[in-house]
């Protein structure tokens, strides 16, 4: 039992692992060529490929504090939206099964209460499609796809962020490609060419902010399109699930049900109640 639970857990958190190791591996990868790149010209090339990671992050200036910050949010919201983008996540086959014994039974009210009380995305839009289901056909299909919409739009709009961080590391590492110019050529200005560690230093600067930003927006992008695509097939099959659930409702008895709990707010206008009982009055 114990060695089925790890291979469970293995294969599923695996292609993460995976990918948190490339994208450390990336960094260190892209820092170490852009200091042999910097220390080009005898013995100081030597000397910059055995840096540690450590002295390439100090090396690299103040960019690397904010990319840094973006790499753990690279990792934080690949680890999230992976979870989120699992159909078995996103439907629970506990909750499926459930919900459809009580359909099978005709007991609505008690698969809102179950929705209500058990959070997944498929409770969700189970529960808000329940609560029209005394409305008729068309309203508690437009209630299924708008819930179905929402679901999609809120797990789209936390990979987009993911397209956020493609597009910002490199304009950060820009800037500390900016600075470290700036800073070699005021280097250059002061010292000379009679120098040339101190020259050296300010271009190993530009160098490492630059292959930083880039090894934190490569596996951003990469990430961005795979998640992407993952979520569709999801809501793809979440959509058929409860499309299926939700297809052979008897309508003709549930007419004006109140099944869910939401209080409802429309009434009859005042002006027809004030009638009423203006004739109630008269009479």
């Known amino acids: 039992?114990?060695?089925?639970?790890?291979?469970?857990?293995?294969?599923?958190?695996?292609?993460?692992?995976?990918?948190?190791?490339?994208?450390?591996?990336?960094?260190?990868?892209?820092?170490?060529?852009?200091?042999?790149?910097?220390?080009?010209?005898?013995?100081?090339?030597?000397?910059?490929?055995?840096?540690?990671?450590?002295?390439?992050?100090?090396?690299?200036?103040?960019?690397?504090?904010?990319?840094?910050?973006?790499?753990?949010?690279?990792?934080?919201?690949?680890?999230?939206?992976?979870?989120?983008?699992?159909?078995?996540?996103?439907?629970?086959?506990?909750?499926?099964?459930?919900?459809?014994?009580?359909?099978?039974?005709?007991?609505?009210?008690?698969?809102?209460?179950?929705?209500?009380?058990?959070?997944?995305?498929?409770?969700?839009?189970?529960?808000?499609?329940?609560s029209f289901a005394g409305e008729g056909h068309d309203a508690l299909e437009g209630a299924l796809y708008s819930e179905l919409n929402k679901v999609n739009s809120v797990i789209q709009t936390r990979i987009n962020y993911l397209s956020v961080l493609g597009v910002c590391t490199p304009m950060i590492g820009l800037v500390g490609t900016v600075t470290g110019m700036m800073s070699a050529f005021a280097t250059l200005g002061t010292s000379g060419v009679g120098d040339p560690s101190k020259l050296a230093g300010a271009i190993g600067e530009v160098l490492v902010a630059t292959a930083s930003g880039l090894a934190v927006a490569v596996p951003a992008f990469m990430i961005f399109y795979f998640l992407r695509n993952r979520l569709q097939g999801s809501m793809n099959g979440l959509t058929e699930i409860v499309t299926g659930l939700f297809r052979k409702m008897p309508y003709e008895h549930l007419k004006g049900a109140h099944v869910g709990e939401e209080e409802i707010f429309a009434a009859l206008p005042n002006w027809v109640t004030g009638e009423g009982a203006a004739v109630a009055v008269a009479e």
């Open 1 to 130: 039992m114990n060695s089925n639970l790890f291979f469970k857990m293995t294969r599923r958190y695996l292609p993460l692992v995976i990918l948190s190791l490339f994208v450390m591996a990336s960094s260190g990868a892209f820092a170490q060529e852009a200091a042999a790149a910097a220390a080009e010209g005898g013995e100081a090339a030597a000397t910059h490929s055995s840096k540690t990671l450590m002295e390439l992050f100090h090396e690299g200036g103040w960019v690397m504090y904010p990319l840094t910050l973006c790499s753990v949010a690279l990792i934080w919201l690949t680890v999230d939206l992976w979870l989120r983008t699992n159909l078995k996540k996103m439907a629970p086959p506990a909750h499926l099964a459930q919900v459809q014994d009580l359909f099978r039974i005709g007991d609505y009210v008690g698969a809102y209460q179950f929705c209500k009380n058990n959070e997944s995305y498929f409770s969700d839009v189970t529960r808000v499609t329940l």
